[in-house]
């Protein structure tokens, strides 16, 4: 039987362009590999010819997947990875890779935009425009803060949450953190719950891992002060996020920005929306115009690291 040849882009996304793709292309050819390209997001078909699968989050590589793949790598185009079954990779001896650069920076940015916004109360200076309201004289009671001076603490210490708490030191925060799977930290570490109480703003960059998910229920956000705000650009099933609404929505939290979802598209968006000191997106903080490129270039990178037998940009 011969060696398989073929890198298998299995899934695309709405945003990937015919001219990212052909980079793709090009990227696997120049290391003397075939390419194609199976958009159907259900079965990927025949995978005996597959060297290296790459995916997107749209799609499910399980074990039956894996059990039918004869390569060595799968490399996803996202962030994050709960969408393959890194456990029955691993007893495969399938390296699994993934592409978090390509949104780190735009994440980061809607991350930040959403702290400041929401500890400057400008929800409320929003509502109070739109009702006609000139609000300067009630500034000192809606208590707006700033980042600098500010105590911020980030879950999550990947590449994305370091980048967050390089900006956040910059503004001139005091910046904790809190990583449950013994990754090291860039900073001074926390205990979870003995912090929340003494933090102005928390913001999640944290995969979906068994340590993480519900990590913020209805207990955890009740020990947070009254003051602080929490911003969700992480995964979904991190935050209860019903929860997290009903208590801005009660007074028991400042504010509260959403960008993904337990479950996608989120029936409830409009609901959570209307509530002042809410802010919500359609899992759209990694987006950017040339993100397209920027994947491309990162699978590019993953794909000439393991066919070179050298170790991941970004390992999983």
């Excluded at 780190?104 to 929401?118: F, S, Y």
């Excluded at 000139?134 to 980048?163: F, P, T, Y």
């Excluded at 912090?195 to 999640?204: G, K």
């Excluded at 979904?236 to 959403?258: C, F, I, N, P, Y």
Aim: charged letters at 25%; proline letters at 5%.
């Amino acid at each position: 039987m011969s060696q398989p040849n073929t890198v298998l882009r299995w899934g695309r996304s709405a945003y990937e362009s015919d001219h990212a793709l052909a980079l793709e292309r090009q990227a696997a050819t120049a290391l003397g590999l075939d390419w194609r390209l199976n958009e159907d997001r259900g079965d990927p078909g025949d995978l005996a010819d597959v060297a290296a699968l790459v995916t997107n989050s749209g799609v499910r590589v399980t074990e039956a997947v894996l059990a039918r793949f004869a390569g060595s790598l799968v490399l996803t185009t996202t962030s994050g990875w709960d969408h393959i079954d890194v456990a029955a990779a691993a007893a495969r001896g399938v390296a699994v890779g993934r592409c978090p650069m390509a949104r780190r920076d735009p994440v980061v940015e809607q991350a930040l935009t959403w702290l400041i916004r929401l500890m400057r109360r400008e929800p409320a200076l929003d509502a109070a425009a739109l009702d006609g309201r000139w609000a300067r004289g009630e500034l000192v009671g809606l208590g707006g803060r700033g980042v600098a001076g500010s105590r911020v603490l980030i879950v999550g210490a990947g590449v994305i949450g370091r980048r967050m708490g390089e900006v956040l030191t910059l503004l001139g925060a005091d910046v904790c953190w809190s990583e449950r799977d013994g990754v090291p930290v860039p900073g001074e570490r926390v205990d979870l719950d003995e912090a929340l109480p003494h933090v102005d703003a928390v913001t999640l960059h944290c995969g979906l891992t068994p340590s993480s998910r519900s990590l913020f229920t209805a207990e955890r956000l009740a020990r947070l002060p009254a003051h602080a705000v929490l911003v969700n650009t992480a995964r979904g099933k991190v935050l209860d996020v019903q929860a997290a609404v009903e208590a801005v929505r009660s007074g028991r939290l400042r504010g509260l920005g959403v960008d993904v979802f337990p479950q996608e598209p989120w029936p409830a968006m409009r609901e959570a929306a209307e509530v002042e000191g809410v802010l919500v997106a359609p899992h759209a903080a990694g987006y950017r115009h040339d993100l397209s490129e920027r994947v491309a270039r990162e699978v590019a990178a993953g794909l000439g690291a393991w066919h070179r037998g050298e170790p991941l940009p970004h390992a999983v």
